[in-house]
């Protein structure tokens, strides 16, 4: 049995999400890419590659996987737990 990674960057991610906050991956014309958290009033902070991975390949966000911007949603299971 795989023992969860599930951080306080994971949950504090998914609380935002669950606020009104947007995620997105930005691309550069290089491929580089980078996470940041979209508020409603204020700037945008970055977010760690790994957390975005994590809770994407364990079905807490999905995107509309789009180049050069990406916006993230929480699924059902992510919702829950960014409820918690």
Same mark, same amino acid.
């Given at each position: 049995?795989?023992?969860?990674?599930?951080?306080?960057?994971?949950?504090?991610?998914?609380?935002?999400?669950?606020?009104?906050?947007?995620? *997105?991956?930005? @691309? &550069?014309?290089?491929?580089?890419? $980078?996470?940041?958290?979209? %508020?409603?009033?204020?700037?945008?902070?970055?977010?760690?590659?790994?957390?975005? *991975?994590?809770? @994407? &390949?364990?079905?807490?966000?999905? $995107?509309?996987?789009?180049? %050069?911007?990406?916006?993230?949603?929480?699924?059902?299971?992510?919702?829950?737990?960014?409820?918690?």
């Amino acid at each position: 049995m795989t023992k969860s990674i599930f951080s306080k960057d994971h949950h504090r991610l998914l609380f935002a999400m669950a606020h009104e906050h947007f995620l *997105k991956s930005h @691309r &550069d014309i290089e491929g580089n890419k $980078s996470y940041l958290l979209h %508020p409603l009033n204020g700037k945008p902070e970055q977010v760690s590659p790994k957390t975005v *991975k994590y809770l @994407r &390949d364990n079905g807490y966000i999905d $995107s509309n996987k789009k180049f %050069p911007v990406a916006t993230f949603w929480l699924t059902d299971k992510g919702r829950q737990a960014g409820r918690q």
